[in-house]
Nanobody, 122 residues
Framework: VQLQASGGGLVQAGGSLRVSCAAS????????MGWFRQAPGKEREFVAA????????YYSDSVKRRFFISRDDAKNTVYLQMNSLKPEDAAVYYC????????????????WGQGTQVTVSS
């Protein structure tokens, strides 16, 4: 599986942005998909995950009720809708694919995209 993240950019605090991750291959629907982010000088952290087969999404506490993950298996794409953005949300956002039902652990994700930069101005 090859993953290509896109949609990052500069947004003002309080604004919204949607990042996307397109996957190659015909088995996308069998993977859980996750979003992680890494800010400068910080470790990469879990943001959100969505299981395969339309399971309930999971979110980190820091983004819960502001970010929403979704997937379109017909388009082999996973999305992360980010609302009410804060300066602390600025980071490189990575999508990843896992054969587990879902996980918040990086080590459970076998495939990673290249990342897309999200910058939030205050």
């Amino acid at each position: 599986v090859q993953l290509q993240a896109s949609g990052g950019g500069l947004v003002q605090a309080g604004g919204s942005l949607r990042v996307s991750c397109a996957a190659s291959g015909s088995t996308f629907s069998t993977y859980a998909m996750g979003w992680f982010r890494q800010a400068p000088g910080k470790e990469r952290e879990f943001v959100a995950a969505i299981p395969y087969s339309g399971g309930t999404p999971y979110y980190s506490d820091s983004v819960k009720r502001r970010f929403f993950i979704s997937r379109d298996d017909a388009k082999n794409t996973v999305y992360l809708q980010m609302n009410s953005l804060k300066p602390e949300d600025a980071a490189v956002y990575y999508c990843a694919a896992s054969r587990k039902y879902w996980s918040r652990r990086e080590s459970d994700y076998e495939y990673w995209g290249q990342g897309t930069q999200v910058t939030v101005s205050s």
